[in-house]
């Protein structure tokens, strides 16, 4: 069994203020990381594309990337339902970019909270600018169309949540297969500048949909659930949000989830760039009289990114 944790390791800026709250809270998950041996999974979002939940998710479902394609591109398929083999399937994803003093970035996506209606009117607002570009659309959800494209564009798929926060500057595909993709992205962003939907959203303090977001790229592919893994995800939107005042609130329930699975099951541990895996060590017979080896699980819980 593997239990797989995203959120639990923090950035290393805020991981030594964090230790005591963990120790307090869940000793016994202290324990098995000073037992289980450790092996760092280096998920950097600038190999996978995506973040490192999403990459293991991906590589839990059974999906394997094209030659020159990342990780990332599975989310198109994935996030559109499409399991046709010979469909390539994209993704743009309703976003806010914000201009702040490095340039423009991408707002956490999970912040936006894109009601259906407000969804529903600002396709209909851009309908007819399909017409005569080859490309056309389909809302799939509140968050995500899927989108056709007249070529297959050439870039490396990136998720939006991968990059929240980020300046945008080294993320835009400016590849001349997306030339008209971009005009009429700058075409929709004029539309919903002044939008009711967004002047009502400044109303309510909440941020603009100003763009979208394009991803994926991968033909469909039919995921194969690895029923071995169980999942925490109470630590997700905190750690996202990096609302660590909720993350520690969580972290009873972390250790009634965790106490209440094999003290043997693997843990996959994940943070913003990087995972840690924690297996516990088989000993021999004449090994188990002794004492187990206590390892020093700080030295990875503070692993710089």
């Known amino acids: 069994m593997e239990i797989l944790i995203p959120g639990t390791l923090p950035p290393p800026t805020i991981a030594p203020e964090l230790v005591q709250y963990l ?45 020159g394609m990342n990780l990332s591109a599975g989310l198109g398929p994935f996030r559109a339902g499409v399991r046709a083999l010979d469909e390539q399937v994209w993704i743009a994803e309703l976003a806010s970019v914000a201009i702040r003093a490095e340039g423009p970035t991408l707002l956490d996506p999970d912040l936006l909270a894109i009601t259906q209606a407000e969804s529903d009117a600002l396709f209909d607002a851009v309908s007819t600018l399909w017409a005569g570009t080859g490309i056309s659309a389909l809302a799939l959800s509140p ?104 993350w520690i609130h969580t972290l009873p329930a972390l250790k009634a989830f965790i106490d209440s699975h094999p003290e043997d099951a693997t843990l996959t541990l994940l943070g913003q760039q990087h995972g840690i895996q924690l297996t516990a060590a088989q000993r021999s017979w004449w090994a188990r009289i002794l004492p187990a080896k206590k390892h020093n699980w700080k030295s990875w819980w503070n692993l710089q990114n």
């Open 23 to 67: 120790e307090a809270a869940c000793p016994s998950l202290i324990e098995r990381f000073k037992r289980q041996r450790a092996e760092i999974l280096a998920l950097h979002p600038d190999e996978t594309g995506c973040t490192p939940y999403e990459a293991v998710e991906l590589k839990r479902l059974g999906f394997v990337p094209s030659e």
């Open 143 to 246: 968050m995500h169309w899927r989108v056709w494209l007249p070529s297959n564009p050439v870039f490396n798929s990136v998720s939006p949540r991968a990059i929240a926060g980020m300046a945008l500057a080294d993320w835009w595909p400016q590849h001349e297969t997306l030339r008209s993709w971009r005009k009429l992205l700058n075409e929709i962003q004029m539309i919903w500048h002044e939008h009711p939907v967004n002047l009502e959203r400044t109303e309510r303090g909440l941020p603009h949909i100003n763009s979208l977001w394009l991803y994926g790229g991968a033909k469909g592919w039919k995921p194969q659930p690895d029923n071995s893994v169980v999942l925490f995800d109470g630590l997700v939107k905190s750690h996202q949000q990096s609302d660590w005042a909720s």
